[in-house]
């Protein structure tokens, strides 16, 4: 899953969408984040009724293949994205479409980390599952870099680099690795029996029970808390996410070659801080977890922003890698632990819902930022904002599991 995020949505589509199909670079910063926005309010609509409904249904796994293959193929679709701008709007259609089925993926990918890690696990589960996440798309970039935009004879047989094939063919290489890769969950891991109720029937009793848990909200208060803290700086991260590789491309004048060679080295400080913190969070819980990476994302961001030189970038960047990767990590497993039994695929269709409720919010204030100030530096502050005022709400969050 890990090399749509990576290839697609922050160090290579992104960035050849900005600087090959838009307009200008600050133009196309602009568009992918409504696009991005419009993709989170789709899942902030979505999530939580198709959770509830697989709850009602007990099955998790039909609905992870059909948003899985929908996914791979919307992302092949980007390989027809030319270098031109009658492709500015497919582009973004395509990105905002396939962008909605990958989140509904992990909806019910992410629901499965209970009944799956042993007791005590939790957190080790979760960040050796994002730290293998990381390792996955390290070897997709790697790939990328030496089989298609560094290649003398590129992969799929193609021929030069005419309408910068090469680059557009990183589209078909992450849909056949997200195809390939994610053939083990559907084969080794067990699902959860089927309820045998009807999908008619799952269908209403599951919107009837949603409904039921949004009127009496207040009996999860303390989820609520959590939900909120965690949606302000997971919409930070997804909007670093986003334009992290239009940042360094478009501020410090990174070729694609060197945003490949920076993807790789970001993806291996964060696979190792997802790695070495998976024990911490068991060790100390998911929520203070949570609050020492989050400090250590504002102590590397802020000076980040004011970095004039590539070396302070590349160093600065690789010391934010170490606590992204851990901050994700341990909210999934917070989120695991905090979720009443029974309700785990309701609960993190709520953290969905929770988290692109507001990711228009952090794409807008970038884009917003972006324009006004015509600087991707004061657009990419936003972020910084964002992470600290996560932090700041996760202090009212108790760490004990709901009932």
Same mark, same amino acid.
């Given at each position: 899953m890990s090399a749509y995020n990576t290839v697609i949505g922050t160090f290579i589509f992104s960035v050849y969408f900005t600087? !090959?199909?838009? %307009?200008? %670079?600050?133009?196309? &910063?602009?568009?992918?984040?409504?696009?991005?926005?419009? @993709?989170g309010l789709a899942v902030a609509v979505l999530s939580p009724v198709l959770g509830a409904i697989a709850d009602r249904g007990g099955r998790r796994k039909p #609905?992870?293949?059909? +948003?899985? !293959?929908?996914?791979?193929?919307? &992302?092949?679709l980007l390989w027809f994205v030319t270098p031109e701008p009658s492709s500015v709007m497919p582009a973004l259609v395509l990105v905002a479409l396939t962008g909605v089925t990958f989140e509904l993926a992990n909806v019910f990918y992410n629901a499965m980390l209970p009944s799956l890690a042993p007791p005590g696990y939790t957190g080790r589960v979760s960040g050796w599952g994002w730290g293998l996440g990381y390792v996955g798309g390290l070897g997709c970039l790697v790939l990328a870099l030496f089989g298609l935009v560094q290649a003398e004879n590129p992969l799929f047989g193609l021929v030069g680099t005419a %309408?910068?094939?090469?680059?557009?063919?990183?589209?078909?290489?992450?849909?056949?690795?997200?195809a390939v890769f994610a053939l083990p969950l559907f084969l080794l891991t067990p699902d959860r029996p089927s309820t045998g109720v009807p999908l008619g029937t799952a269908v209403r009793e599951g919107l009837r029970e949603l409904a039921d848990t949004l009127r009496h909200i207040r009996r999860y208060a303390n989820i609520v808390r959590w939900l909120v803290a965690s949606a302000l700086y997971r919409d930070g991260l997804n909007t670093l996410f986003a334009f992290g590789g239009i940042y360094a491309a478009g501020t410090f004048g990174m070729a694609f070659d060197?945003?490949? /060679? +920076?993807?790789?080295?970001?993806?291996?400080?964060?696979a190792a801080g997802a790695f070495g913190f998976a024990w911490i969070d068991d060790w100390i819980g998911p929520k203070r977890t949570i609050a020492w990476c989050l400090a250590g994302l504002i102590g590397f961001g802020v000076p980040l922003l004011f970095a004039e030189s590539q070396t302070?970038? #590349?160093?600065?960047?690789?010391?934010?890698?170490?606590?992204?990767?851990?901050?994700?990590a341990a909210g999934r497993s917070m989120m695991a632990r905090l979720s009443p039994p029974g309700m785990e695929t309701e609960m993190f269709g709520l953290y969905?819902?929770?988290?692109? !409720?507001? @990711? +228009?919010?952090?794409?807008?204030?970038?884009?917003?930022?972006? %324009? @006004?100030?015509? @600087?991707?530096?004061?657009? /990419?502050?936003?972020i910084v904002l964002l992470l600290a005022l996560g932090l700041v709400l996760l202090f009212a969050v108790r760490e004990e599991r709901s009932v």
């Open positions: 600087r !090959a199909v838009a %307009e200008s %670079e600050v133009a196309g &910063t602009a568009q992918w984040g409504r696009a991005v926005a419009v @993709s #609905w992870l293949a059909l +948003f899985t !293959a929908l996914t791979v193929a919307g &992302t092949a %309408e910068q094939a090469n680059v557009r063919a990183t589209a078909l290489l992450v849909a056949a690795w997200y060197q945003i490949v /060679m +920076f993807a790789i080295a970001l993806n291996v400080t964060s302070a970038f #590349w160093v600065l960047a690789l010391g934010l890698g170490i606590f992204v990767g851990p901050a994700q969905a819902l929770s988290g692109r !409720a507001v @990711s +228009f919010a952090g794409p807008l204030l970038l884009a917003w930022a972006t %324009e @006004s100030f015509q @600087s991707q530096r004061a657009g /990419m502050a936003t």
